[in-house]
Structure formats: structure tokens, C-alpha cells
């Protein structure tokens, strides 16, 4: 299990890509401990390639999906600290793409620091964060409430 816990050492792609696949399979076996998941799949969702990143989400999204509790004790602290990398747009794109998970699940005291991290991306300095919040905007706010979207 500390293996999972840790940062793959390698860079290869192909690796990486299957490291993000492979997790949301592991999820079954590990006798629902799938919080040790997180860690490894948010250092995947802040890779610089696109495939490796958008895996990366839909493996994070099934092992939430699963497990929902996971959302508001894990996802959206996971979600936050990608969401104010600034060190690379990248991590901010997986967070536009979390969004909508991480809202549908969350506890309603932590729906309106989502709702303030979404308007923030949507202003974001880089073009393609704000293009990835744009594309996330209907799913967004799909799973908000009438009231959450007059606040």
C-alpha cells in the first residue's frame, strides 16, 4: 500500500497513463481504503500531458463515485490545492474538471468555497483554465442548486 501512496518515479507517459487507468481497477481490491488513492491520482491530474491528466480525473471521479464520503473528506481539499498551484496552469485544469464531482458530493459548508474556486478559474489569467471551466460551466451547474446559483 505505501507504494501507492507515493509519486511514480517514472516519467514515462505511456507508464503514467496507465498508473491513472489502473487506479480506478485497484479501487475493487483494496478493501475500501480508496482514500489512499487520492494522493497518487491528484500528482497524476497536475501532469502536463493531456492524457495522462484527463485519466487521471475519470479514475478520481469513479473512485468518488464509489465512495462519496470521499468527497467532502478528501476531494475537495484535493480539488483546493489544485486549484492554487500556480506553479503550471495544468493542475488547474483537472480542477475545472473535478468541479462538478467534487460539488454533487461536498458537505453544503464547503459548497460555497467551491462555488467561489469555479468563479475563480473562470478568471483565471490563463486562457486554457479559462477555457476548461467553460467547458465544465453546464455541468457545474447541473448539480447546484437554484438558490446556490442567485448567491
Known amino acids: 500500500v505505501q507504494v501507492v501512496q507515493e509519486e511514480p518515479l ?41 492524457v495522462i491528466r484527463d485519466q487521471a480525473i475519470l479514475s478520481l471521479c469513479k473512485i468518488i463515485e464509489k465512495s462519496p464520503n470521499l468527497a467532502s473528506d478528501q476531494l475537495v481539499h484535493t480539488l483546493n490545492r489544485l486549484a492554487n498551484r500556480m506553479d503550471f496552469f495544468t493542475a488547474r485544469v483537472s480542477a475545472s474538471a473535478l468541479l462538478p464531482v ?8 464547503q459548497k460555497a468555497g467551491l462555488r467561489k474556486a469555479f468563479n ?14 467553460a467547458h465544465k460551466l453546464r455541468d ?4 447546484c442548486s437554484k438558490q446556490d446559483l442567485l448567491t
Open 120 to 133: 475563480t478559474l473562470c478568471a483565471d489569467e490563463t486562457p486554457m483554465v479559462r477555457r476548461a471551466a
Open 10 to 50: 517514472c516519467n514515462d507517459d505511456e507508464l503514467l497513463y496507465s498508473m491513472a487507468k489502473q487506479y480506478a481497477v485497484l479501487s475493487d481490491y483494496i478493501g475500501g481504503r480508496d482514500d489512499l488513492l487520492i494522493a497518487p491520482l491528484e500528482h497524476l491530474a497536475a501532469q502536463e500531458e493531456t
Open 140 to 143: 457545474f451547474v447541473s448539480v
Open 102 to 109: 467534487a460539488y454533487r458530493y461536498a458537505k453544503e459548508d
